[in-house]
């Protein structure tokens, strides 16, 4: 056979074999997603105020589990003071309508920046801290953070403060729904507040989808799995999760923004809580399943349905949260959705790379392991 020959075969059967990471399951269950989207955008037209208030609540803290989620499951940094970029994405944003008389439907978005901005200096100091040293560190610097914002007077000091109600009836997109709508301005903001937190939900999906797909997602895994083995390979650790944390401050600072502005009110307490933003989001990815895509989504609606049955019960409620996540850590390692995948073999996100010739697959890995 000739040289010519020989690379034609050779060619052929190469241009046989393909990488594929989706599967029939995650195309149907994308179908359904888009679909899904697509019928939401509507729900402040066709369903009461309060439905719409629950879904911006479900929106917001999926988008927190999900971040904190690509910054534990994916980065390996355990974090317990997510809460630090909620408050002051709240009080950039705050700030900016009240100080500047900035939009605030643009001052959302340069809220995640500051927040972005905050994550710099904090990065400083809480990398050079690891395990669970790191996760301490990160709790005592958002505590510092809300002891210095308690100070500012010029928006209410430890009392906090209430967004002026001109700037949320005449932002931007208000005036339109009221006018073409007949909505109320406080339903109007609602309806503005729920569409970015869709908006961002969606955003969040499918951009740490993409990133898991990528050579970075790669490095990632790699990373999380054995930092000094990853740096041997080549893979700059140090870059990627710096990276990996001034990402997830600008989506929770972004966030915090959000949830302060349909909230229309702040304080230091409220906003910087650790139970509200870092406990429960916890408690939301290691129900759903730390380290997947699917986890916080199937988390986020166990712990809505959760709260709304039980929440009347005060502490015991709480202690009821922690003694389920505590069983599921023991007796279901990868949460719900780990369970369901291990007995269904679903992936809905999936990130395995499969390399196929048409009659047989061999999986290559991916970030999940």
């Known amino acids: ?74 980065a390996g940094l355990i974090s317990v003071g997510q809460q630090l970029f909620v408050g002051c994405g709240a009080y950039a944003l705050f700030g900016l309508v009240i100080l500047t008389g900035m939009d605030p439907v643009p001052a959302v ?81 609602d309806a503005l507040a729920y569409w970015m937190a869709l908006v961002l939900a969606s955003a969040t999906i499918i951009f740490v989808y993409k990133l898991l797909c990528s050579k970075h997602g790669l490095g990632l895994a790699a990373v999380r799995d054995n930092e000094t083995a990853a740096r041997a390979l080549g893979v700059d650790a140090q870059r990627l999760k710096t990276l990996i944390y001034l990402l997830t401050a600008f989506i929770t600072g972004v966030v915090g923004a959000l949830i302060y502005l349909q909230k229309a009110r702040i304080s230091p307490d409220a906003a910087f809580s650790l139970t509200d933003w870092t406990a429960y989001v916890i408690f939301i990815v290691v129900i759903g399943g730390i380290g997947t895509i699917e986890g916080p989504i199937l988390g986020v609606l166990v712990f809505f349905v959760l709260q709304n049955a ?60």
Do not use: C
């Not at 403060?161 to 005449?170: G, H, I, K, N, Y």
């Open 109 to 189: 978005l340069l809220a995640g920046l500051l927040a972005a901005a905050v994550a710099v200096p904090t990065a400083f100091f809480a990398f050079r801290l690891y395990g669970p040293y790191f996760a301490i560190g990160t709790w005592v610097i958002a505590e510092v953070g809300r002891l210095l914002l308690a100070q500012w007077k010029t928006l209410g000091g430890g009392t906090g403060t209430s967004m002026p109600r001109d700037a949320t009836r005449d932002m931007l997109g208000a005036a339109a729904l009221s006018d073409w709508f007949g909505m109320r301005s406080s339903v109007a903001a």
């Open 310 to 369: 039980f929440s009347s019960f005060g502490s015991w409620y709480l202690l009821a949260l922690g003694a389920l996540a505590i069983v599921t850590m023991l007796f279901a390692p990868r949460g719900v959705w780990g369970l369901i995948s291990d007995r269904t073999g679903w992936e809905l996100f999936p990130v395995r790379r499969r390399l196929k010739d048409g009659s047989s697959e061999y999986e290559m890995g991916g970030p999940h392991g």
């Open 1 to 74: 056979m000739t040289t010519t020959g020989f690379q034609a075969m050779t060619n052929e059967r190469t241009a046989r074999w393909r990488i594929e990471t989706r599967t029939t399951v995650s195309r149907i269950f994308t179908m359904f997603l888009f679909l899904a989207a697509a019928l939401m955008i509507f729900a402040p037209f066709v369903v009461s105020r309060g439905v719409v208030q629950d879904l911006f609540f479900i929106l917001t803290m999926l988008t927190l589990a999900q971040s904190w989620n690509l910054l534990a499951g994916y």
